[in-house]
């Protein structure tokens, strides 16, 4: 019983370096529930599914992590993300020419992502509050730019489009699938990739990992943590302006309420994938491992033909446990 | 010891805060390769110098030479930038890195193409530790180290700056005496490599074991300073105390009443151990001791701010088992917390409502608050504390640190204790204020209560208290009644010298 009892918590010890594990370890549960308890889960077309959507949000959910591991909130990445899509299409339909559009766009995102930072850096409210507030103003943005209708674009078709988010020949014609995946997996995979070594690599990313954990410490040893706030806000801007521009090249439309509760759904995948929410620790490869087991979720229970208020109460569930058996390993010492 | 010229050098250096100077004229010089310790009691002026030192604060006047230049201006980053490090103790690093990490923050080594090169990192840090002879895993989240690991870390961190100059503030505090062995061992390399350190105690036996020369301060003044060798630890503590002392402000007789509190074998290891006194009505009980000498921790005991360990507490012959300070105030034990600020007072309210809370808990019936005559009692209240301005609606964060203290004092008094129990009464307290406050703990005390006062300032404990306990490491270690105390033989007690001393 001891002996036990020493082995557990030494595997704590062991876990509590890696709270990804929490994420791989329900991923793997919930995959195998679905697998027996959904009818046609494992199939390509809905792994493609997952994938497809995940992309999107995946891509949010990276720059809200490293948001989050710097010891920020962005609650107006949502409103952000509608912001972009309307800057695209409104231009587009104006005649604009999409190498204009798009950097346009991705100005817009990280210029808002940079307000953020700087209504927190200077005013130093929280930025729950500040981006609670910026979340309300971005969307009200939003709705008056957009006169609070669809916007479009019905034109000639981009040719640019299709490398964005176009049909994934490949994986579709190899799994026998109409157009379930789709490019902007590839550009998933590569966000992630990039801001993964930004975060382990660089010394900015080193700088992130110390700002959220002590920014008092941080700034006494010299890291200008202002600076790495701001740069880390307008990064998550600049994620949600190209998650939603990806997004854009496949529907070719945006309404008023896109991105509307994407900022908590991003959250909460970045919490699932071990992501401390006081800052200081955290990995790409936990909050893409969250972004995906939501979205499993919520195509295994369409698939099991469950309504969708099941899906936010199981992923409220989730979420909780996923933070208590955080804090639990965390404790361990 | 050599000759050589000091690395840092300051001269005449005086500060003052609003009006009052907390240092005169203090000389101090550093050399190369020694160790220099600066001891005086609580308030002596031994934080706001290392503060003068590393650049948190400019001095008022005077001059400081750094490696043969005058300083003008120097800010925390020059200094530490330029080889003067401070380990305070709180120490400045970031839990969640590992010692590797932390080490090498700020500085990281770059590899190809401006990649962090973590190999670099882990071997940089394992270099310094081994050159300290300190063996710690580099590869844990610091926050996972014990504390004495930790200061290595940031003495290894100071190193990696190219440290000259190292300022030790009270680097001892929490440690076992083999992690102080093993931070003298350190020290002792440190100097082999010509590093100055400046080394703040209270432990006396520490600045004799580790230090070359000695620097007494006491009232901001610079009393003594010299080679360790010119003192013994009698002269030491002689230099330390003999602060003027205002007697007229002694606190009237002692009214001793019947026994009410009875406090058995009260411990909490490693910090409280076997704590046994009595306090009876009318009276002042001084408790006296050296900032972690577990005063304020044996007082969250009695309020069951902290869970007993062992012990029984009896209050009027009962035996009583506080939950938390609100079940303790209910039963007529208050206390006044060491940081008003956190844990006394609701900053955003007025003072009457702050004193009403206290009142709400008393009158309430069946879950009515009855406020007709708690406003009342209120208005009584405020006028018996001459709290200005006499305004109740005033939000307490408006008030300064005296007035703020009578409204804590005033929730006590609302709450109608028996015990009070007052954790530095007047600590940031102008001299006004803290008059007032010490005619009302005489008032209190006349009307038959029982007050426990900590306090870091002797001269206050020798005025007010009617008989003084000493604490040292967790334990009363003397009872004094205050016509036979004198601040030399408080100290000593204190600092654990009576065998010595006597």
Same mark, same amino acid.
């Given at each position: ?141 939003? @709705?008056?730019?957009? &006169? ?52 382990? @690599? ?40 190209? *998650? ?24 909460? #995948? ?64 | ?46 934080? +706001?110098?290392? &503060? ?10 005077? +001059? ?73 895993? /580099? ?14 870390? *940031?003495? *290894? ?70 080679? /360790? #060798? ?7 503590? @002689? ?24 406090? &058995? ?55 009583? @088992? ?18 008003? &600020? ?161």
């Amino acid at each position: 019983m001891g002996l036990l009892a020493d082995k557990w918590s030494e595997a704590r010890h062991r876990l509590s370096y890696f709270p990804e594990a929490v994420a791989l370890l329900s991923f793997f549960l919930l995959f195998v529930f679905f697998y027996i308890a959904a009818p046609n889960f494992l199939t390509a077309m809905s792994i493609g599914n997952i994938l497809t959507f995940g992309s999107i949000t995946g891509i949010v959910t990276i720059g809200v992590a490293m948001l989050m591991i710097c010891g920020e909130f962005d609650l107006s990445v949502g409103s952000n993300f509608a912001c972009a899509s309307y800057v695209l299409a409104l231009t587009l339909i104006a005649g604009w020419p999409v190498w204009i559009s798009i950097p346009l766009a991705l100005l817009v995102s990280s210029l808002l992502g940079l307000l953020n930072g700087v209504i927190v850096t200077r005013t130093q409210i929280p930025s729950f509050i500040a981006t609670l507030g910026t979340m309300l103003a971005y969307r009200g943005i939003v @709705r008056a730019i957009g &006169k609070g209708d669809f916007a479009t674009y019905k034109g000639e078709p981009i040719p640019l489009f299709s490398y964005l988010n176009g049909d994934f020949v490949l994986l579709n014609k190899f799994f026998g699938t109409t157009s379930n995946f789709r490019v902007s997996l590839i550009w998933f995979i590569l966000v992630a990739i990039i801001a993964s070594l930004v975060l382990m @690599r660089t010394r900015f990313g080193n700088w992130v990992f110390a700002t959220g954990g002590a920014p008092e410490a941080a700034s006494a040893q010299g890291v200008d943590v202002k600076m790495v706030k701001l740069a880390t806000f307008t990064i998550t801007g600049l994620l949600a302006g190209i *998650a939603s521009i990806l997004q854009f090249a496949y529907r070719l439309s945006v309404d008023p309420l896109r991105g509307d509760g994407m900022e908590l759904i991003v959250v909460a #995948a970045s919490v699932i994938g071990g992501v401390r929410l006081t800052g200081g620790y955290g990995t790409i490869f936990g909050a893409v491992m969250g972004t995906l087991l939501l979205q499993m979720l919520d195509q295994g229970l369409v698939l099991m033909k469950i309504p969708i208020q099941v899906f936010q109460a199981t992923a409220g569930l989730i979420i909780i446990i996923a933070v208590i058996s955080n804090t639990y390993l965390g404790k361990a010492d | 010891m050599e000759t050589a010229a000091p690395v840092l050098s300051l001269k005449k250096i005086s500060k003052s805060f609003s009006g009052i100077t907390v240092l005169h004229d203090v000389d101090i010089d550093l050399y190369p390769g020694e160790v220099h310790g600066v001891v005086g009691e609580n308030g002596a002026g031994k934080s +706001t110098l290392i &503060k003068i030192m590393s650049g948190a604060y400019q001095p008022d006047h005077g +001059t400081i030479h750094y490696q043969g230049q005058l300083l003008k201006n120097i800010t925390p980053r020059w200094a530490r930038e330029n080889g003067i490090n401070t380990i305070y103790q709180e120490i400045d690093l970031i839990p969640s890195l590992t010692a590797a990490e932390n080490i090498a923050l700020g500085n990281e080594p770059l590899g190809k193409g401006g990649s962090i090169d973590w190999a670099a990192v882990r071997s940089q840090a394992r270099r310094i530790l081994d050159d300290m002879g300190a063996h710690l895993p /580099i590869d844990v989240a610091v926050g996972n180290l014990k504390v004495a690991h930790q200061q290595m870390v *940031a003495i *290894a961190k100071a190193l990696s700056l190219n440290s000259q100059v190292l300022i030790l503030d009270e680097p001892t505090a929490v440690f076992t005496s083999s992690e102080i062995e093993l931070l003298f061992n350190i020290i002792r390399r440190l100097k082999a490599q010509g590093i100055a350190i400046l080394y703040i105690s209270h432990h006396l036996d520490e600045i004799f074991q580790i230090g070359d020369r000695v620097t007494v301060l006491r009232d901001g003044y610079l009393v003594r300073s010299g080679l /360790i #060798a010119e003192f013994d630890k009698p002269s030491l503590v @002689r230099a330390m105390v003999g602060r003027e002392i205002d007697f007229s402000l002694r606190n009237g007789h002692s009214l001793l009443g019947e026994e009410i509190l009875r406090v &058995k074998n009260l411990s909490r290891s490693p910090v409280v151990e076997d704590i046994n006194f009595v306090l009876r009505r009318g009276e002042i009980v001084g408790v006296a001791g050296l900032v972690g000498a577990g005063r304020t921790e044996m007082a969250r005991l009695l309020v069951g701010a902290d869970p007993l360990q062992h012990g029984e507490i009896y209050l009027n012959g009962r035996r009583i @088992r506080p939950t938390s300070p609100m079940v303790a105030l209910g039963l007529g034990i208050g206390m006044l917390p060491e940081s008003r &600020k956190e844990e006394g007072l609701v900053l955003q309210r007025s003072m009457a409502e702050n004193m009403a809370y206290s009142l709400v808990q008393k009158s309430s019936r069946a879950g009515v608050v009855p406020w007709k005559s708690i406003r009342r009692e209120v208005a009584s209240l405020l006028s018996k504390l001459e709290v200005r301005p006499a305004n109740p609606n005033l939000q307490v964060t408006y008030m300064s640190g005296g007035n703020q203290q009578k409204v804590v004092l005033g929730k006590l008094l609302a709450a109608k204790c028996d015990v009070l129990i007052l954790d530095e009464p007047t600590r940031g307290v102008d001299v006004g204020a803290r008059l007032e406050i010490y005619k009302l703990m005489y008032e209190m005390k006349t009307e038959g209560k029982a007050i426990l006062m900590i306090s870091s300032d002797l001269p206050e404990i020798l005025t007010q208290a009617d008989r003084i306990l000493v604490m040292a490491k967790g334990r009363i270690v003397a009872e004094v009644p205050a016509a036979e105390a004198s601040e030399e033989k408080i100290l000593a007690f204190a600092l654990r010298l009576e065998s010595e001393m006597v």
